[in-house]
């Protein structure tokens, strides 16, 4: 049976019907065109879909788009200012954090969810934190970088020369 | 996934009557284990009956000298409560281990209990610190809540309102990862409680499971000594691609020993 849905993404807000089965993700890449969230795994694992409901990273592909009513789903589309990158994002950039770029978004999404609760996170705490997030191409080390340096950079700490470079 | 009706309860007793009057219905709570589950078409519910409007399912509160959690309540909520770090912090420390941060910030203590996966960690904390299961119906006592593999005493109207955990004198929880879903490929937890020592296991088996021996063993000498020379038997232990079932009985004596450890 289908279903109306009604709910904000990226700050506008948003209806649409949907089956029961319809899972968030879905909704967001195929209904509204927002393929910035990606399916790797489809098992729940790999963290590529990962996006913020009412401020917290969630897995968008084992989340039901009616479970999202009235929500407010924030996506890797809505974290840029216009066409100033976030810090974080810029931080990716700056430190070679992607080879394929395929996990990149649920990486930032997952990394501003650590920072928003832990503004200056050990390199321990970023491996900790990105346990579902799957990267299959660079290794994790620049990825660790890049978190540490744009959690620097959010949080108006000189940002350190980059460890990418060096090596 | 199979085609379903999605309702969203709007209280407990809507819940348990629309079960009572729909046999193939299940209740979603966090959906972390049911939504990849049906992806698999493992399951085919007619409806799925979403409790997360239910706000009396939801919080954490300190009680009769221990925590009573209620059953929508986030393993991210346990894993930082203030009240349960203090009153049990292995419990708020199990909770920090399962999934990973983003499956933490959707599910539940209730849905994880209620679904009772082999590999699951809550349920070797009912089982391990002796805990309460409340339903809409009754009380039920961790021993005899998980009763086989996704099997618990509910039924099918049933719904698992808080759970009561008591405060144990020392207690700790110890696993061994499955690398990629973070499940408990083994995980044991052990408390010493004025009533006794309890050793529970979740991962190896079926279902969640005491073992005497160890319990005896820790009664009489509390020290990872005290059991290094006590084996599992591997009959009827599980078997997969990640460990067969002879190093899960292995896995058993190894992680009853660092709780053990971790107790003290």
Known sequence: ????????????????????????VQLLRETLGLTGTHVGCDTSQCGACVVHVDGEAVKSCTLLALQAEGRSVKTIEDVADGDTLH??????????????????????MSALDLVKNNPDPTDREIREYLEGNFCRCTGYHNIVLAIKAGAAAMRGAPVEPHGAAAE | MYEFDYQKAASLDDAAKFLAAHDDAKLVAGGMTLIPTLKQRLAKPSDLVDLASIGSLKGIAEEAGGVTIGAMTRHVEVQRSDIVRRVIPALAALAGMIGDPAVRNRGTIGGSIANNDPAADYPAAV????????????????????????????????IVTTVKFPKPQAAAYQKFKNPASRYAIVGVFVARTGQGVRVAVTGAGPCVFR????????????????????????????????????YRAHLVGVMARRAVAACA
Not at chain 1, 88 to 103: K, S
Not at chain 2, 221 to 240: E, V
């Open chain 1, 1 to 24: 049976m289908q279903k109306t849905v009604s709910l904000t993404v990226n700050g506008k807000p948003v209806s649409a019907t949907v089956e029961g089965r319809t899972l968030l």
């Open chain 1, 87 to 108: 810090p974080m994002q810029e931080a990716f950039r700056d430190n070679h954090a992607l080879q394929c770029g395929f996990c990149t978004p649920g990486m930032i």
């Open chain 2, 127 to 158: 089982v391990g610190l002796g805990a309460t299961v409340v339903t809409t119906k009754r009380e039920i006592s961790g021993d005899s809540f998980f009763t086989g593999m996704f099997e618990t005493a509910l039924g099918q109207d049933e």
């Open chain 2, 211 to 246: 073992v005497p021996e160890m319990e005896a063993a820790l009664a009489r000498s509390f020290s990872a000594d005290a059991i290094k020379d006590i084996a599992i038997p591997d009959d009827g232990l599980n078997s997969d691609i990640h460990a067969s079932a002879e």
